[in-house]
């Protein structure tokens, strides 16, 4: 248990094992953030994944007695944080349960036995005794139904998958962990979570933040907030607006033979060469959600990959759908690869790619027949050059 303000409480648990959410590689685990607000009438912000509720159960058995719980606010469906609702109701069996509008639907659709669940609007304020909790809904970050809570008397934004970031640590405050780790992970969550919604961010934030003083952040994953909210509102406005680094690179591939491979260093070299920095990115040895946090700054993206049954191989396969759907816009993209016989790996891959909203193709795709030759490889530095001075230029 963690005091935040006088009567104020984190109380969530601590996913240490955690390696695998939805497909996104949690290296460092999670934590589900509940919030415990103990006023004339008793609250609870969230739960935790089922499998965690006794661990937060003995959190909030060290404040309150749990039974004593007026009302359970659950910021979001996504049974990371509302998994331990029903096993809580059964405890505290007078608690009144709130959600907004979209949560009240998709709760009872996850727990069919409950059927009494109060709405919260956008705006609505919800007097504790000497708190007020007011609401704002969050759609789609990350589902429909999310919504966040602002503490006015203590200035506190309960901002549920927004800020988030998947850490388990026993320290819970940003000025207790290592920055560029947590920073590291604040981006990797946006990237993998929220970049397809970048106007819904946008929204919030007007509504939100702007007009109020937030003296902390607690989010639904990982570590609080409430010495470099600054810098956190600053990296969100970055990635919000869709502002890259105009000299960063990173170079997606799979290759068989090490034509391919080969071809992508050659790239990469021309590249650096002119001055842009490169990521160069193996699918075999990397995984797609540590490359989308490649990707979130990223103004040039190339894709390479040889071709296998007549398509693109199935790793990038899995990258192109993965990547697709997280929408990332206004890219300067090139495919490459090598073949065999038929050679649609490449032709296929770079279909795809210019269905990307708002990318730009400065060349033609490249591909090379089996292994490639000296000029091939010269060609593919200079290739790399030319999309460099494009960066630079544009
Ligand atoms: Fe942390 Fe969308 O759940």
Excluded at 159 to 179: K, V
Excluded at 321 to 349: C, I
């Amino acid at each position: 248990m963690t005091e935040i303000a006088p009567n104020i409480y984190w109380v969530g648990g601590v996913d240490w094992n955690l390696r695998n959410f939805h497909g996104y590689k949690t290296e460092e685990g999670s934590s589900y953030n509940a919030y415990l607000i103990v006023d004339e009438k008793i609250t609870l912000i969230d739960t935790v994944k089922e499998y965690l509720f006794d661990e937060m159960i003995d959190r909030i058995s060290e404040i309150i007695d749990p039974s004593k719980i007026d009302y359970i606010i659950s910021e979001h469906t996504e049974m990371d944080h509302s998994g331990s609702i029903p096993k809580l109701l059964a405890i505290a069996k007078n608690a009144k349960l709130m959600a907004s509008p979209n949560g009240v639907k998709g709760l009872k659709k996850h727990f069919h036995n409950i059927t009494s669940i109060d709405e919260c609007y956008e705006g609505m304020v919800l007097n504790t005794g000497k708190y007020n909790l007011r609401f704002y809904l969050q759609q789609m970050l990350h589902w429909p139904d999310n919504m966040a809570v602002y503490l006015e008397e203590e200035k506190i934004l309960f901002s549920n998958d927004a800020f988030g970031q998947h850490i388990a640590s026993g320290f819970r405050w940003d000025d207790e962990y290592p920055h560029g780790m947590l920073f590291h992970q604040v981006a990797k969550y946006y990237a993998n979570i929220i970049l397809p919604y970048n106007a819904r961010v946008k929204d919030f934030v007007k509504r939100a933040i702007e007009p109020n003083e937030i003296k902390y952040i607690c989010p639904a994953h990982g570590i609080m907030f409430r010495k470099y909210i600054p810098d956190l509102v600053n990296e969100y406005t970055k990635w919000m607006t869709n502002t890259l680094e105009k000299k960063k690179a990173v170079i997606i591939y799979d290759t068989m033979w090490k034509s391919t491979e080969n071809m992508a260093y050659q790239l990469q070299r021309g590249l650096d060469e002119v001055g842009v920095r490169v990521e160069l990115r193996h699918l075999s040895y990397c995984h797609i959600s540590n490359i989308m946090t490649d990707i979130i700054d990223a103004s040039l993206i190339v894709v390479g990959t040889p071709t296998l049954n007549n398509d693109y191989m199935p790793t990038v396969s899995g990258f192109l759908t993965y990547m697709k759907g997280l929408k990332p816009e206004g890219r300067v993209g090139f495919a490459f690869g090598s073949y065999g016989w038929s050679g649609e790996g490449v032709k296929h891959l770079d279909e795809i790619l210019r269905t990307l909203k708002g990318w730009v193709f400065p060349l033609d795709a490249k591909q090379v027949n089996y292994v490639p030759t000296e000029s091939d490889l010269k060609d593919m530095y200079e290739q790399g050059k030319v999309l460099g001075k494009y960066l630079l230029n544009n």
